[in-house]
């Protein structure tokens, strides 16, 4: 199975400033097809998660561009540009590449300082 | 609006059974596979069941292989995990998601097993 290893675990950031998360999978995310299925989802306290980006960089629907999603193969960024109050909560990588199973990152928690 | 609703949770004594249900809406149901994951208190999200649009291909984690099975109606545009020999461990909030991307979620239905 792949494993995703996000860092921080643990993110308190001042608002405005801009915010990285890591996620590093254990072996390469580049399916046959050539695609990259690594997404990004972010859950608020208290809602159910929401898709942020899929397929590395794509942003979804209603997402505000502050932020971005980059990186190839194993290793893998979700960036916020200027952190704002409603971005709290607890962001996760999942993969979609080798699959079943399709697994998650441990979350990393994003808290305003 | 498209949108995926759970239903079915509540509190069961450990060896007992349930059956969750995710009604959707909005969209063109049977087009969709349909995944469930779930959610333990102050946990991350596990991957649980995969099931293809015509119920032709399902996986399930290992975690619940052989104790939980999904399944789907798209006359009726829902979706249901029936859910045998409950154990205190899975205590948690099910969620139903749409699609390979995981694109679309529930709101959730929180199951209970506990005596």
């Known amino acids: 199975d792949v494993v995703l290893t996000q860092s921080p675990l643990s993110l308190p950031v001042t608002l405005g400033q801009p915010a990285s998360i890591s996620c590093r999978a254990s072996q390469s995310l580049v399916h046959r097809d050539a695609n990259t299925y690594l997404h990004w989802f972010q859950q608020r306290p208290g809602q159910s998660p929401r898709r942020l980006i899929y397929?590395?960089?794509n942003r979804d629907s209603g997402v505000p561009d502050r932020f971005s999603g980059s990186g190839s193969g194993t290793d893998f960024t979700l960036k916020i540009s200027r952190v704002e109050a409603e971005d709290v909560g607890i962001y996760y990588c999942?993969?979609?590449?080798?699959?079943?199973?399709?697994?998650f990152g441990q979350g990393t928690k994003l808290e305003i300082k | 609006e498209v949108q995926l609703v759970e239903s079915g949770g509540s509190l069961v004594q450990p060896g007992g059974s349930l059956r969750l249900s995710c009604a959707g809406s909005g969209f063109t149901f049977s087009s969709n596979s349909m995944k469930w994951v779930r959610q333990a208190p102050g946990k991350g999200l596990e991957w649980l069941s995969y099931?293809?649009?015509?119920?032709?291909?399902?996986y399930y984690a290992d975690s619940v292989k052989g104790r939980f099975t999904v399944s789907r109606d798209n006359d009726k545009n829902s979706l249901y995990l029936q859910m045998n020999s409950l154990r205190v461990d899975d205590t948690a909030v099910y969620y139903c998601?749409?699609?390979?991307?995981?694109?679309?979620w529930g709101q959730g239905t929180m199951v209970t097993v506990s005596s």
């Open positions: 999942m993969q979609g590449t080798h699959w079943p199973p399709y697994t």
């Open positions: 099931i293809d649009g015509t119920s032709t291909t399902i």
């Open positions: 998601a749409r699609s390979s991307g995981f694109d679309v």
């Open positions: 397929k590395v960089s």
